[in-house]
């Protein structure tokens, strides 16, 4: 059943929305800036297309509604709306369309926006500001979290922009940094991994294990609880609430994994790797491979591109191992794993045979 919601924004303004559910998922439809009566009205005409299947995703019109425009009014309100109120407006779409991770996020950026150019109304928001903006937060963070951060804000204006709000951007968005390419991820040779495993403590072991047959993030095999194993058909969930984004997937388990679980001690519920945090994982692998020499710019992480680079070099196509990944999309995938290991390549290069 749709819910009228009354919000009070912290510059005073009073704005409507509705929640309603849609195949499953909880969705919000904003109504804005009005009174009441005006709300009220456009929550029954809501509610009668909703039942009537007839919602298609475009903004009611206030007349069929037999409300009053508001165009003037909103004009009228532009300079309240302030960084903080842009906050909040991603923030009230991201609490029913993203993980818990992505709007904590989320709201960071805005944090760090108000801190550099401070509180200032969404009208005077300015390519010079956002400039200042990326060279403060470079000082900080990497040139491709500066990005994340800008395309967060650039769709906050833009939403903002879509509402009546008096927002612009120049050339329909603020421009991203300019980054070199990206080296293509380090992978793990068999006599590193047999090294690693090999002098891996026990419990440790069944970790890097897991990482290695699922190409799970390290968050996401932390988050993995027994009931989201399921051994009888060889499957593991991770849920949304552990995945980036966000995203919902399942991954197969295969026979050496299977095994590994079937075998792995201790009671069977709860999360299967309790015993470990995020940064404790990360400094044991980091003490391991100074222990056995890996070369530089080998991480825990090298685990998820080792699984994904090894599957594409035996032949997976790459929209299978995009699937297993959790990538956003194939392309992510293609940036970042069709790098070849050099004795894949030679074999590769040899099936050319012109002139023979």
């Given amino acids: 059943m749709p819910s009228l919601r009354k919000r009070k924004w912290s510059s005073n303004r009073i704005t409507w929305d509705i929640r309603y559910w849609d195949n499953g998922k909880q969705k919000t439809y904003t109504i804005g800036e009005t009174g009441r009566r005006t709300a009220e009205k456009i929550f029954n005409e809501f509610c009668r297309r909703l039942a009537e299947g007839k919602l298609d995703g475009n903004k009611i019109n206030v007349k069929a509604a037999n ?3 508001l165009k003037e009014r909103i004009i009228t309100h532009d300079n309240l709306y302030k960084i903080s109120d842009l906050a909040e407006l991603t923030r009230s779409y991201a609490v029913a369309n993203k993980s818990t ?48 951060e800008l395309r967060i804000i650039n769709t906050a204006i833009q939403q903002a922009k879509d509402l009546g709000w008096k927002a612009e951007l120049p050339e329909k968005r603020f421009k991203l940094l300019k980054l070199p390419d990206t080296e293509p991820p380090k992978w793990l040779t068999e006599p590193q991994i047999n090294l690693i495993l090999s002098n891996a403590d026990n ?34 969930l991770i849920r949304g609430e552990v995945g980036k984004m966000g995203k919902r997937r399942s991954i197969p388990i295969n026979n050496v994994l299977a095994e590994v679980l079937n075998n792995k001690l201790g009671r ?19 003490r391991l491979a100074k222990k056995i020499d890996l070369p530089n710019g080998i991480s825990l992480h090298s685990l998820r591109s080792t699984f ?49």
């Fill in 67 to 69: 409300v009053p425009q």
């Fill in 101 to 148: 991770k992505t709007v904590e996020r989320e709201q960071l950026v805005f944090n760090n926006l108000d801190k550099v150019i401070g509180n200032i109304s969404v009208t005077y928001i300015n390519a010079a500001l956002i400039e200042k903006y990326k060279a403060i937060r470079l000082e900080h963070v990497s040139g491709a979290t500066v990005n994340i």
């Fill in 203 to 236: 419990e440790f072991k069944i970790f890097l294990q897991f990482l290695l047959h699922t190409g799970c993030r390290r968050n996401e095999a932390l988050g993995v609880t027994w009931k989201d194993i399921d051994l009888d058909r060889n499957q593991i």
């Fill in 268 to 286: 069977r519920e709860g999360l299967l790797f309790p015993e470990y945090g995020s940064n404790q994982v990360s400094m044991k692998f980091r």
């Fill in 308 to 356: 994904g680079s090894t599957l594409i070099n035996k032949g997976v196509d790459i929209y299978t191992v995009s699937k297993f990944l959790g990538h956003s999309s194939v392309k992510v995938t293609e940036k970042h794993y069709l790098a070849l290991d050099p004795e894949h390549a030679k074999s590769a290069i040899n099936k050319l045979d012109y002139g023979q």
